[in-house]
């Protein structure tokens, strides 16, 4: 299905349906998923994975953003959408008139929506932010539970959800116990207050793996659900990272081989020069379809079943790949930049780490140039 490309991604769906439903394995019964979306579903395509995920029982949807709650309503409607920034004020009338959650932070968010909803004669539901420690959203801890009472007491709105984000999960126990600790204390306050709010959620992907009191009763993966693991210095499970298959693999081609000679350099600012004979590869993808420039002079691809180092700087529509250990390399042939080939693999997080990023910026960044090709469907 590919043959027609030189650049592309595909996306198995299968993959991503598993890793669900091993995730609700794993959280158990009782446990409610919100799947986070943003940023076209983490660069796997949002009308596609959108709907493998109503289909596999996601329970909830988190965006960032009011464009990308709107697609998710042309995809399915009935699903509850979290929009998981902050709306702005021109934004508010089309959130309540397409029933998208909103994230309220302060009094004042509080207070628009709850203006618009009574004009509408509607009632918003909205998930209350607590900023216990990341400093991008919420309201402060100390006035959380006054907070909360207020939008309580707004009759056109109906407080759903309150919830927290973690700032360093996949690295700093203590500090995300702190966070925890601040969490728990709002929530006991606010119980104590008499309020009752069904949705509790504070974990993302790397709570989910590292943080068990966490969980409350939904919770918020992203990277995991795409088959990521978020790098970092905790170690994650075993059995959950043997578990989960990544969704997308990247791929171009071999466009041109060439030989060159000790003394001749490569690419733009001749960062590489050759000191033996070597086989080079000519190769279909750069930053212009969102492979780090970053990562050039370090990274690898696969040829032919084997791993191969990309040589000099990348440019934006081609790259050059050592292909001198590649036996029967030809035009045509297909490059893995992130995926299997051969029993060699290469991940999102691997490539990231060449480039000095991380595997959110790495998928995220895969431009529209790269067509998404889908598989996995058939098993729904
Ligand atoms: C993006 C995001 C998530 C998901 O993060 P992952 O690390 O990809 O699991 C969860 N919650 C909020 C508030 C987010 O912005």
Redo the contacts with the bound molecule.
Sequence with gaps: MSIKYRCWAEVDLAALRENLAWLRHRIGPGVKILT?V?ADAYGHGLKQIAACLMRSGTDIF?V?NLAEAQSLRAVGPGWPVLM?GACLPHEIEAAVRDDIRPTVSSLAEAHAFARVARRRGRTVSVHLKVDTGMGRLGAPVASAVELAGRIRALPSLRLEGIYT?FASAEDDPAFTALQLRRFANVLTAVRKAGLEVPLVHAS???ALLYEREARFNLV?????VYGVM?PGRRRPPRDLANRLRPALSWKARVCLIKEIGPGDSLSYGRMFTASRRMKVATVSAGYGDGYLRAAGGRAQVLVGGRRCAVLGRITMDQMLVDVSRVPRVAVGDEVVLIGRQGGQSISATTLAGWAGSIP?EVLTSITYRVPRLYRGESAA
């Design positions: 986070v943003k988190g960032a998981l984000h993302n992907s790397a918020r993966p992203g990277l995991l978020p959110w």
